[in-house]
């Protein structure tokens, strides 16, 4: 009995977070790919981006970097960071080329400590998306970071580390509306 009920437990959560990751994919309207919105500013090697969906009533804004692992200069990732429309969450969305081995998930590490690997969500023809919702202490983790590692696995063998720079993720995350 307490097996079953873990597992109801946890396929709770996953239709959870999967219902409130394709509710943020929609209401932010931001394709991750090819980075829409207007720059409104820099921060850092981040950009926040902004744009009006239709039927919205505000303008919904989102800090993305594009970045490419240094040996492998056609692998790249875009990374978002947003917060839902309602204010009550704050999601980090990952998008890795197609190709790589969904099982494995996208792994994290801020200045060499493991932070975890989030699953991916689902593919689009841009690219495989990993979403997680962002708790204080991931927040804390980027802002006070100078530097990320997000790891692909293209085998189970093989990861592929693409470093992402944290400067001016806590001034922009401060300033995402």
């Known amino acids: 009995m307490p097996h079953q009920q873990l597992i109801l437990r946890l396929s709770q959560r996953i239709l959870w977070a999967l219902g409130v990751c394709a509710l943020a994919f929609v209401v932010a309207n931001v394709?991750?790919?090819s980075?829409?919105?207007?720059v409104k500013s820099k921060h850092g090697d981040w950009e926040m981006r902004c744009e009006t969906p239709p039927g919205a009533a505000r303008e919904q804004c989102a800090l993305i970097q594009s970045v490419a692992a240094e040996d492998?200069?056609?692998v790249s990732l875009v990374v978002i960071v947003?917060?839902?429309?309602d204010g009550k969450s704050r999601l980090l969305r990952?998008?890795?080329?197609l190709g790589v081995l969904l099982p494995a998930g996208l792994g994290?590490?801020?200045d060499q400590t493991?932070?975890?690997?989030?699953?991916?969500?689902r593919c689009m023809p841009s690219g495989c998306v990993a979403e997680v919702v962002m708790d204080d202490k991931l927040i804390e983790q980027l802002g006070g970071g100078k530097g990320a590692t997000f790891i692909i696995f293209n085998t189970p063998e093989?990861?592929?580390?693409?470093?992402?720079?944290?400067?001016?993720?806590?001034?922009?995350?401060a300033k995402l509306p």
């Open 158 to 173: 093989e990861g592929i580390g693409i470093p992402l720079v944290l400067t001016g993720f806590k001034e922009g995350y």
């Open 108 to 110: 994290l590490k801020v």
């Open 72 to 74: 492998k200069p056609n």
């Open 114 to 121: 493991d932070v975890g690997r989030a699953g991916f969500v």
């Open 82 to 85: 947003l917060k839902t429309a």
């Open 35 to 38: 980075a829409q919105g207007v």
């Open 31 to 33: 394709q991750p790919a």
């Open 94 to 97: 990952v998008v890795a080329p």
